[in-house]
């Protein structure tokens, strides 16, 4: 393919059309924030309640939500689709190298920097060093749940993002703990693998099989045409309003740290949301000069700015215990990650236009 031929493909591709409430979805967001710190502070049994409702250190109320967020991608998937895959495998390169071989660098990299240089006259020595451990545990664990969000609502190739998300999260098995301990320089960090198993389980697994079983079902019963034109357009609602749920939750589970915390929480923060920008942009950058279509160069991008926070704030639980700064930099790592990455979503639907037509792609 030349490359005028790809700024042909390029021009042709048109914009998503946002609905009302997705082109007002940042409203929608910071009010469900402050909904959810209010509801942790003067309602309190709420999430003292929910928070308790958990199964191998993962919540089941947020795995629920954030269920109904993955099935509507889920059953879009078309399996003959998945076996195409390896006829691309430029976007898996991508997003298994700006993952493994860059991701956790940048991050340990930024929170040396803020930490022990630019914030050094804020923060003690030894809360800067557990807050470098909890980032570095927050950048070596690709996401595996909220990804598939990300790609829905940037209209990424449903069956490419499984795929990407799956063998990344084989990668995990076997390259979490030892990058962790050498980029800490400790030993003994325990994986609670029945967090890690059971993940991937409610979160790719179970949605992946209804997702199957009723796409199947109602192909065979109503038609295709009913299914994509009629069943999908009547689902399309969920993923967002799953979202806007689990914010309500989560900062109603972190309310009382974010009143007791606010400064180190920014200064914990702004090094957060650097590195998920950059790692985006190197990501998202390298898709577009390799010429990958969108659908793959999002999602690929996507999984490398987000991260499996489940993962990050168990480990960082076991190894340096619930009231350490590790841990607080984990649970920020939640806090700033839905409005940050809804922003790269915005991004990513508004530079569609640049990228290769949906099929264009070469090798």
């Not at 660098?105 to 920097?113: I, P």
Request: net charge neutral.
């Amino acid at each position: 393919m030349n490359d005028e031929t790809v700024r042909e493909d390029r021009k042709e591709l048109p914009e998503k059309t946002l609905s009302f409430f997705e082109r007002y979805l940042s409203v929608w967001v910071a009010s469900c924030i402050a909904v959810g710190i209010a509801v942790g502070q003067f309602i309190p049994a709420i999430p003292n309640t929910l928070g308790e409702i958990q199964y191998a250190r993962v919540n089941i109320p947020i795995a629920i939500l954030i269920w109904f967020m993955i099935y509507p991608m889920m059953v879009e998937i078309d399996f003959q689709s998945i076996l195409n895959v390896r006829k691309k495998p430029k976007g898996l390169l991508v997003t298994w190298t700006s993952n493994w071989i860059i991701k956790p660098f940048v991050m340990y990299f930024l929170f040396w920097l803020f930490m022990t240089r630019i914030f050094s006259a804020f923060i003690s020595p030894a809360l800067q060093s557990q807050y470098i451990a909890g980032a570095v545990l927050l950048g070596s664990a690709p996401c595996t749940a909220m990804v598939f969000v990300w790609s829905y609502l940037s209209d990424g190739d449903s069956a490419y993002t499984l795929v990407q998300v799956a063998t990344n999260d084989i990668i995990l098995l076997f390259a979490y703990v030892p990058l962790v301990s050498f980029l800490l320089g400790i030993g003994g960090i325990h994986v609670p693998y029945d967090t890690l198993i059971l993940s991937v389980v409610l979160f790719v697994v179970i949605p992946l099989a209804a997702g199957y079983i009723s796409r199947t079902y109602l192909i065979n019963k109503y038609g295709r045409d009913w299914f994509e034109n009629v069943f999908l357009e009547r689902i399309d609602i969920i993923p967002t309003t799953g979202l806007l749920l689990t914010l309500i939750l989560l900062f109603s589970f972190q309310g009382e740290v974010i009143i007791n915390n606010p400064f180190h929480i920014v200064l914990i923060a702004i090094p957060l949301v650097l590195f998920t920008f950059i790692i985006f942009s190197i990501a998202y950058g390298w898709a577009y000069l390799w010429n990958i279509e969108h659908p793959v160069s999002a999602p690929a991008a996507m999984i490398g700015a987000s991260n499996f926070f489940e993962l990050a704030v168990a480990v960082a639980i076991s190894v340096f215990g619930v009231t350490s700064g590790a841990a607080l930099a984990t649970v920020v790592g939640v806090l700033v990650e839905v409005p940050v990455m809804l922003t790269l979503v915005a991004i990513a639907n508004r530079t569609r236009k640049y990228f290769p037509r949906v099929g264009s792609e070469t090798g």
